[in-house]
């Protein structure tokens, strides 16, 4: 093979899969599918392979290769519905449509298979509604969502409820730094988002005893690792099948944050300068702490994105992973940083919300306004307030299918 697009042409991707073991019984749960380039060649390993592939302008189309071919090797090696197979996904691929000669096997793959689809928490930031529609597609087929490499970069932790994956992976480097005071603040976040939600904690490169133990002081009840098995085909005779929960979907969308928030929470009216401090309350808490949340906040319309509000969230988003500003007349970044979405005449228009979601904090302000004419001042608003971290999650969600994806150089093919 000459190039890339010939390894790409040829669907000359490899399957590989490391077992995934309960750490409890050490029965196999599971298999993660690895890929791998033709042997020897320049693009044997996955970090060449999609390096070459992205420079190539068909990442997308290596992502559904690397799936296709894992599904029909786990088909052709008897993985039924009770072994769990875990993929990764960029989510970016749900935008390609499957290539025609892989639907087949796709289609095999969401009828037989039970599948935990991995993903990567920066793609959030970068294209939240793609996530979000990737995430939905999975659960609408019976299968899961794993968030993976938690802890490689902080901001994974504000971003992971909006993912509400089903299983936790944490980072491998988090098992070589145990006493590092960073390691203590990802492990309690994704402690308190397990505990909250049931998700199940995976522990990634555990290698040794050590390593094995560390996994279970940090909540892992889940392994990976050459210490349980290095990739590999699958063995040609299953373990016993040992089935891996999977949470109830979230909420689908469809409401605004008032809608969702209003309907369990009391309502009161008053007018925008009552609100004022309250709204500037929850943005300061979006930009205090060591672990910075998500701000996401609806303006009406453009005139009221201030220039001082402007200053206030374009500071914010200098440290938070995700900062969004939606209002009528706002362009995709309003201030450099910050994600904007111009709204139309929707309902959402009519909302001024200002929501804050942290590994450890949660708050949305919700207020609708009632259409007063006169002064911006005393325009008066029917609003709630609540630090119900499961309400201001789903309110979040709501907002976060408007915001397009970040506009990258489209990449030359060669």
Same mark, same amino acid.
């Given at each position: 093979?000459q190039?890339?697009h ?7 991707v490899t399957?590989?899969f490391?077992?995934l073991i309960?750490?409890a019984?050490?029965?196999v749960?599971g298999?993660?599918a690895?890929?791998?380039?033709p042997a020897?060649t320049?693009?044997?390993s996955p970090?060449?392979?999609?390096a070459?592939?992205r420079a ?5 189309e ?6 296709a071919v894992?599904y029909?090797a ?7 519905p ?5 993929v990764?996904m ?8 499957c ?5 087949p ?19 959030i930031a970068?294209?939240?509604a793609a996530?979000l529609?990737a995430?939905?597609?999975c659960?609408?087929a019976?299968w899961g ?5 938690v802890?490689a970069?902080p901001?994974?932790?504000?971003l ?5 994956p089903?299983?936790?992976k ?5 098992l070589?730094?145990p006493?590092?005071?960073?390691t ?7 402690y308190?988002?397990?505990e909250?939600s049931g998700a199940i ?8 005893e050590?390593?094995l133990?560390i996994a ?5 009840t889940?392994g ?5 098995g290095?990739p590999?085909p699958l ?5 016993p ?8 979907p979230?909420?689908r969308?469809g409401?605004?944050p008032?809608e969702?928030?209003?309907?369990v929470r009391?309502v ?9 401090p309250?709204?500037?309350?929850l943005?300061?808490?979006?930009g205090?702490g060591?672990?910075p949340?998500v ?9 009221h994105?201030t220039?001082h509000?402007?200053?206030r969230?374009?500071?914010?988003? @200098?440290?938070?992973?995700l +900062?969004?500003?939606? /209002?009528?007349?706002?362009? =995709?970044e309003p $201030?450099?940083?910050?994600? !904007?979405?111009?709204l139309g005449?929707?309902?959402? @228009?009519?909302?001024?919300? +200002?929501?804050?979601? /942290?590994?450890?904090?949660? =708050?949305?302000? $919700?207020a609708?306004?009632? !259409?007063?004419d ?5 325009r @008066?608003f ?6 119900d971290?499961?309400l201001v999650?789903e ?6 299918h408007h ?6 150089p489209a990449?030359?093919?060669?």
């Amino acid at each position: 093979m000459q190039h890339i697009h010939d390894v790409l042409d040829l669907r000359a991707v490899t399957p590989v899969f490391q077992p995934l073991i309960d750490l409890a019984t050490g029965r196999v749960l599971g298999y993660e599918a690895l890929s791998r380039g033709p042997a020897g060649t320049a693009w044997e390993s996955p970090m060449a392979l999609f390096a070459a592939a992205r420079a190539a302008g068909r990442e997308a189309e290596l992502d559904w290769i690397c799936r296709a071919v894992a599904y029909r090797a786990a088909l052709a090696g008897g993985l039924g519905p009770d072994l769990t197979l875990f993929v990764n996904m960029e989510p970016t691929a749900w935008r390609a449509e499957c290539p025609a000669d892989l639907a087949p096997v796709v289609d095999q793959a969401r009828h037989r298979l039970r599948v935990v689809t991995e993903m990567t928490e920066r793609v959030i930031a970068e294209d939240p509604a793609a996530l979000l529609s990737a995430a939905e597609n999975c659960r609408e087929a019976g299968w899961g969502v794993a968030l993976d490499d938690v802890g490689a970069d902080p901001m994974s932790l504000a971003l992971m409820p909006f993912v509400h994956p089903d299983v936790v992976k944490l980072d491998m480097g988090l098992l070589r730094a145990p006493d590092d005071p960073a390691t203590a603040r990802v492990v309690a976040a994704v402690y308190a988002y397990a505990e909250a939600s049931g998700a199940i904690v995976l522990a990634e490169g555990i290698e040794t005893e050590r390593q094995l133990e560390i996994a279970g002081v940090m909540g892992a009840t889940v392994g990976q690792g050459w210490h349980f098995g290095r990739p590999a085909p699958l063995p040609p005779v299953l373990p016993p099948a040992a089935r891996l929960p999977l949470l109830p979907p979230p909420s689908r969308g469809g409401r605004t944050p008032f809608e969702i928030v209003s309907a369990v929470r009391p309502v009161t009216s008053t007018t925008k300068k009552q609100l004022m401090p309250l709204s500037r309350h929850l943005e300061a808490l979006a930009g205090s702490g060591t672990e910075p949340p998500v701000l996401l906040a609806c303006f009406q319309e453009a005139r009221h994105f201030t220039a001082h509000t402007a200053t206030r969230f374009e500071r914010v988003a @200098r440290h938070s992973p995700l +900062v969004a500003a939606l /209002g009528a007349g706002l362009t =995709a970044e309003p $201030v450099p940083g910050v994600r !904007g979405a111009c709204l139309g005449d929707d309902r959402l @228009r009519g909302e001024w919300n +200002v929501i804050v979601v /942290g590994p450890h904090r949660a =708050a949305a302000l $919700v207020a609708r306004d009632l !259409g007063d004419d006169g002064a911006d001042g005393s325009r @008066r608003f029917e609003f709630a307030l609540t630090h119900d971290r499961g309400l201001v999650v789903e309110a979040a969600r709501s907002l976060l299918h408007h915001l397009a994806p970040v506009q990258v150089p489209a990449l030359l093919t060669s």
